[in-house]
């Protein structure tokens, strides 16, 4: 089955600084979503993103999709980015799951 | 309500109890999931229902689990004799069509953590 890696697998930034998150994926794709997990454990979902670029306030996103990769891009951090980010991708042909990546795991220190 | 919303929020089972994990999704949402997240990994898939149809159950990882949506809304998963290995967060999401429609999104609740001692 498809595969699909995420790095860094942690990160640890100071407020204001900016980051870029890194997801492969081993297999030609209709469906990519980048999701943030908070504290608490509730998943958001950030983008749609299976090509492109997008933008929603300091987060933009941006998938490459003939090279099997998507960034997320955070500029400005704040302490609420904290969590662990996921991208998750179809798991191919006409099958409506998600297949999760490893997770980023950011820490935003004050 | 406006969300999904999941319960019990916490479930302590003893080994060998059966549970159940309910499911209400988003008014009007035509796909559910149910997802399992074991401590520090990623959520994998479960099972999926297209209204009351359970189109991909690939994911149950035993025939001791089991999911049903009757009426196309609430969804139950349940989970037979429990053993330790089924200590996780049970998640379900819901979206209004099928991923195969372009844009679409796809709403996660806050998950059910059961934890078997």
């Known amino acids: 089955g498809i595969q699909v890696e995420q790095s860094p697998p942690d990160l640890i930034l100071q407020e204001g600084a900016n980051s870029t998150l890194r997801c492969n994926f081993s297999?030609?794709?209709?469906?990519l979503q980048w999701f943030h997990q908070n504290p608490w454990g509730q998943l958001i979902n950030l983008f749609y993103i299976p090509s492109g670029t997008k933008q929603n306030g300091r987060l933009s996103a941006t998938t490459v999709a003939t090279e099997r990769y998507s960034l997320l891009y955070i500029s400005s951090s704040q302490t609420t980015d904290s969590g662990v980010y996921f991208c998750?991708?179809?798991?191919?042909?006409?099958?409506?799951?998600?297949?999760f990546g490893t997770g980023t795991l950011l820490a935003v220190q004050p | 309500g406006a969300g999904v919303s999941q319960s019990p929020r916490y479930k302590v089972a003893k080994r060998g109890q059966d549970v159940a994990l309910r499911c209400d999704p988003i008014s009007g949402h035509v796909s559910l999931f149910w997802y399992q997240q074991a401590l520090g990994q990623g959520p994998e898939f479960l099972t999926y229902f297209q209204n009351e149809a359970q189109l991909d159950k690939s994911g149950l990882p035993s025939d001791r689990f089991f999911a049903e949506r009757p009426e196309g809304s609430v969804s139950t998963l349940k989970i037979q004799r429990t053993q330790q290995e089924d200590s996780a967060v049970y998640l379900c999401a819901s979206s209004l069509a099928s991923f195969q429609t372009s844009g679409n999104t796809i709403y996660f609740g806050e998950g059910s953590w059961l934890t078997v001692v």
């Open positions: 998750a991708v179809d798991g191919g042909g006409a099958t409506n799951k998600l297949i």
């Open positions: 297999d030609s794709v209709n469906n």
